[in-house]
């Protein structure tokens, strides 16, 4: 990467169908984000939040505007480039973990470097388990994990392909708080050691304070962009709307 922001959103609208017309869901987002950046979404349920996310993630389809992800034009891809970008350079990580039930915490964690066609796709796999302490979790299947293991594991499968971004969903909606709390010292320990960007949704007013800047989403719209350590650097810029 050049000094080029790992994301960067241009006049970002998207318009879903309802029975009751169409609702405008993103209405005109402009935001860069930097690389090695951590930036917390915040905002009202209903905001738009996650549906941003899902548009950086390439899971969800902008009806107009621009939304480049480590240099390159997402909305230029088809489908399965979209597939292949997300595996090479986007991890994400959900509230509900998303595994595969009939895997063990191993298998899950190889799916992306399988996906690549990578030989040491499990050795990788163990080495990032061990790095989220599983190491003796290997061979066991989601049923037979805690909440806090299960979410280490979809931690393990964001990171292991190194992604230059890390999504994370509300990673601690569904965890009590002091597995909570460990997940979210993980999440912001391996995003550093990874050199990752990570770009997080939370409700948690602490969680979010622990980022670089906090973005305000509000009606479809940013709000607010708050520089939580650091002055924010020309990369770091929110054009308001």
């Known amino acids: 990467m050049t000094d080029e ?8 609208y998207l318009t879903l169908p309802s029975e009751a017309g169409p609702v405008d869901i993103l209405r005109g987002i402009d935001l860069d984000i930097a690389a090695g950046e ?4 915040v905002g009202p349920s209903g905001a738009g939040k996650s549906t941003m996310l899902m548009v950086m993630a390439g899971l969800e389809r902008p009806s107009r505007g621009s939304v480049r992800v480590n240099g390159r034009e997402l909305t230029d891809l088809d489908e399965d480039q979209l597939a292949l970008f997300r595996r090479d350079h986007i991890g994400i990580v959900f509230q509900s973990f998303h ?3 009939t895997m063990t915490a191993l298998e899950n964690v190889a799916i992306p470097l399988e996906f690549a066609g990578r030989s040491d796709a ?5 080495a990032e388990l061990e790095a989220v302490g599983l190491g003796h979790r290997l061979s066991h299947y989601p049923g037979q994990l805690s909440g806090g293991e299960q979410q280490r594991v979809a931690l393990a499968r964001a990171l292991v392909a190194e992604p230059a971004l890390l999504l994370a969903d509300e990673p ?6 002091h597995t909570g709390e460990h ?4 999440l912001f320990d391996l995003a550093r050691t990874k ?3 990570l770009v997080l949704i939370t409700h948690d007013s602490q969680l979010a304070a622990r ?7 509000n009606d479809g719209r940013i709000e607010s962009a708050d520089s939580l350590l650091t002055p924010p650097t020309p990369a770091m810029r929110v054009v308001n709307s």
């Not at 994301?7 to 970002?12: F, I, T, Y």
């Not at 997940?183 to 993980?186: A, D, N």
């Open 195 to 197: 050199n990752a960007t």
């Open 99 to 101: 595994l595969v039930p």
């Open 38 to 41: 951590t930036v917390s979404i």
């Open 183 to 186: 997940i979210v010292t993980l």
């Open 122 to 126: 499990f050795a990788c796999s163990k």
């Open 5 to 12: 922001s790992v994301v960067a959103l241009r006049e970002l």
């Open 211 to 217: 980022c670089d800047r906090r973005i305000r989403i």
């Open 172 to 177: 601690t909606g569904n965890l009590d708080g």
